[in-house]
Nanobody
């Protein structure tokens, strides 16, 4: 199983970024896909989840600003991040569970300047 996240970068507060995660080695259409983030000195936190039926859930801190989506044909999951704030600065990780095991991508850095 491989998860490859991309799309991070440096953006000013109020700006937008779209993260992508390419998955291989899993039956992608059946997997719940998640985005987590970890800021310096803080624990990793769940940001957004999308089910196989594209039902979504979000952390309270990003509701109304972030949107998770998936393209089962292309085996991609996206995180559209709008109205970014400095506190959104973190490394963002794509995650899934497959046959009871956790799989993580390498992460992509998002830095929001004030």
């Amino acid at each position: 199983v491989q998860l490859q996240a991309s799309g991070g970068g440096l953006v000013q507060a109020g700006g937008s970024l779209r993260l992508s995660c390419a998955a291989s080695g899993i039956n992608f259409g059946l997997n719940v896909m998640n985005w987590h983030r970890q800021a310096p000195g803080k624990e990793r936190e769940l940001v957004a989840t999308i089910s196989r039926d594209s039902n979504t859930n979000y952390a309270d801190s990003v509701k109304g600003r972030f949107a998770i989506s998936r393209d089962n044909t292309r085996r991609l999951v996206y995180l559209q991040m709008n109205s970014l704030k400095p506190e959104d600065t973190a490394v963002y990780y794509c995650h899934t569970r497959n046959w009871g095991r956790n799989y993580w991508g390498k992460g992509t850095q998002v830095t929001v300047s004030s």
